[in-house]
Nanobody, 120 residues
Framework: QVQLVESGGGLVQAGGSLRLSCAAS??????????MAWYRQAPGKQRDLVAG???????NYADSVKGRFTISRDNAKNSVFLQMNSLKPEDTAVYYC????????????WGQGTQVTVSS
C-alpha cells in the first residue's frame, strides 16, 4: 500500500508564496515513481491539473500558473514539490498530490489534499 502525504498548505495574502511538499511511502518496496503532479479543486468546481513532472524531469503547467508556480521532485526521497509565488485569490483551492507508483505493479495514487487559501 502506498501513501502520499502532503504538507505546506495554509493561509497567505495575495502576492505571497507557499511551498507544497508531497512524499510517497509504502509498506512494501517502491520500485519507481513515474509521473507526479499537483491538482487542485476549488469549491463547486472540478479537479484540475496544476502542474506535472515526469520521472525524467519534464514539466508541464496549466496556463493560469505558468511563470508563477514551479514543480520539482527529489527522486531519492520519493517527493514532489510545488513552489507557488505571486499567489492570487483565484488560486484558493484544495491541492492534491498525484503519482503513478510501481511496486509489483503500477497504480495511481492521490494524497489527502491540503488547503491553500489566498486572501485579497
Amino acid at each position: 500500500q502506498v501513501q502520499l502525504v502532503e504538507s505546506g498548505g495554509g493561509l497567505v495574502q495575495a502576492g505571497g508564496s507557499l511551498r507544497l511538499s508531497c512524499a510517497a511511502s509504502g509498506s512494501g518496496s517502491i520500485f519507481s515513481i513515474n509521473d507526479m503532479a499537483w491538482y487542485r479543486q476549488a469549491p463547486g468546481k472540478q479537479r484540475d491539473l496544476v502542474a506535472g513532472i515526469t520521472s525524467g524531469g519534464r514539466t508541464n503547467y496549466a496556463d493560469s500558473v505558468k511563470g508563477r508556480f514551479t514543480i520539482s521532485r527529489d527522486n531519492a526521497k520519493n517527493s514532489v514539490f510545488l513552489q507557488m509565488n505571486s499567489l492570487k485569490p483565484e488560486d484558493t483551492a484544495v491541492y492534491y498530490c498525484y503519482a503513478v507508483v510501481t511496486t509489483g505493479y503500477s497504480a495511481q495514487y492521490w494524497g489527502q489534499g491540503t488547503q491553500v487559501t489566498v486572501s485579497s
